[in-house]
T-cell receptor, first 113, second 111 residues
């Protein structure tokens, strides 16, 4: 089945130690999104890629970066994780920019010690 | 930023009861999506609505895109234990590209 895959499902890192989360998709969708979700809150958009075009949200901290080496893969890099960055990180895809139906992966739960 | 008002925030019901939740806004939306999220998992798309007045069903779930384009509701009939979770509405404002999410409705079912 076509799907959005996130690895790892659980990630533990230390305060200040860089960490990378990965997302892959077999849907061949052009748009990939990264969201941060804290407990009992709605997902918050960090940035998205339309093909190779990177679009950052205005309030996304510089600590968060992203890479999309090809259509299938997208990475979220957190350069110096703080305690406040502990959250669920969700990857989502949509077929096109104007296709607003987004399909989410299972998420990566990040713990910062 | 623009927010959707999703209500109720939580619901405690008996198994077999029907459920109704809604999202409202003062702005016009062009798309409404309803997602369900289980603990520790990503949101799963339940129903997508693209036109004002559209009424769409997915099994025991029914959702409608309000005529005014400022609201949407989701109904679940004859609830079962696996319906437990958090339900999010999400919409795209007219002229915008990204989704706006409601704050979620947490559904708890007593067997």
């Amino acid at each position: 089945d076509a799907m959005v895959i996130q690895n790892p499902r659980y990630q533990v890192t230390q305060f200040g130690k860089p960490v990378t989360l990965s997302c892959s998709q077999t849907l061949n969708h052009n748009v990939m999104y990264w969201y941060q979700q804290k407990s009992s809150q709605a997902p918050k958009l960090l940035f998205h890629y339309y093909d190779k075009d990177f679009n950052n949200e205005a309030d996304t901290p510089d600590n968060f970066q992203s890479r999309r080496p090809n259509t299938s893969f997208c990475f979220l890099d957190i350069r110096s994780p703080g305690l406040g960055d502990a959250a669920m990180y969700l990857c989502a895809t949509s077929r096109e920019r104007k296709s607003y139906t987004q399909y989410f992966g299972p998420g990566t739960r990040l713990t910062v010690l | 930023g623009q927010q959707l008002n999703q209500s109720p925030q939580s619901m405690f019901i008996q198994e077999g009861e029907d459920v109704s939740m809604n999202c409202t806004s003062s702005s016009i939306f062009n798309t409404w999506l309803w997602y369900k999220q289980d603990p520790g998992e990503g949101p799963v798309l339940l129903i997508a609505l693209y036109k004002a007045g559209e009424l769409t069903s997915n099994g025991r779930l029914t959702a409608q895109f309000g005529i005014t384009r400022k609201d949407s509701f989701l109904n679940i009939s004859a609830s079962i234990p696996s319906d437990v979770g958090i339900y999010f509405c999400a919409g795209r404002l007219e002229g915008a590209q990204k989704l706006v999410f409601g704050q979620g409705t947490r559904l708890t079912i007593n067997p």
